[in-house]
């Protein structure tokens, strides 16, 4: 299922954007891409982006939600990646599964710790509701008020079901 979600978050960042789709993503071995699901050329820079995402089960976007990177990729030797792009996939009972783009990550701004924090593994976490969790393995997270939105074109605004919102 994660390899699916995956799969499907390259897809949507592809199509927004008018990029080719993968060919390589669903049941590709681990790193086969170097951590560059998508290379994007602009006339003073190159961005080889890594597409995170994610499925939860709310329609709700909240600024204190996170997305989670293992440390071993961040640190993973050869990796291209410059930028990461956050995309959840929201469960609503009245429209479905929303695909909602949250944004860019700076690698070397998240290596620094100039965003997100630092947890190493067997570290207990405790949540918003209360609830807790141990991280398995070195991570960063990243809540999504930290992370810069993302460009919306107006290719992108012009799409069937597209909406702005802003974080709770």
């Known amino acids: 299922m994660l390899r699916f979600t995956g799969t499907l978050g390259e897809i949507v960042f592809a199509d ?3 990029l080719p789709r993968p060919t390589r993503s669903f049941g590709a071995a681990d ?4 951590g560059q699901d998508f290379q994007i ?3 003073s820079q190159q961005f080889a982006v890594d597409i995170k995402a994610m499925k939860r089960k709310t329609g709700v976007l909240h600024g204190d939600y996170v997305l989670n ?3 071993s990729q961040l640190h993973k030797p050869e990796s291209r990646t410059t930028h990461y792009f956050c995309i959840s996939f929201h469960q609503s009972a009245e429209d479905g599964t929303i695909a909602s783009l949250i944004g860019f990550i700076d690698k070397e701004a ?3 710790e100039q965003v997100g924090r630092f947890y ?3 570290t207990t976490r405790v949540r918003k509701d209360r609830t807790s969790f141990t991280f398995h393995e070195d991570t960063y997270e990243v809540p999504f008020r930290d992370i810069d939105p993302p460009f919306v074109t107006d290719s992108i605004r012009r799409r069937g079901g597209y909406r702005l919102c802003h974080l709770r």
């Open 41 to 43: 050329d602009t006339d």
């Open 16 to 18: 927004a954007y008018h």
């Open 31 to 34: 790193g086969q891409d170097w």
């Open 110 to 112: 998240l290596y620094h």
């Open 69 to 71: 990177i293992p440390a």
């Open 120 to 122: 190493r593994a067997g």
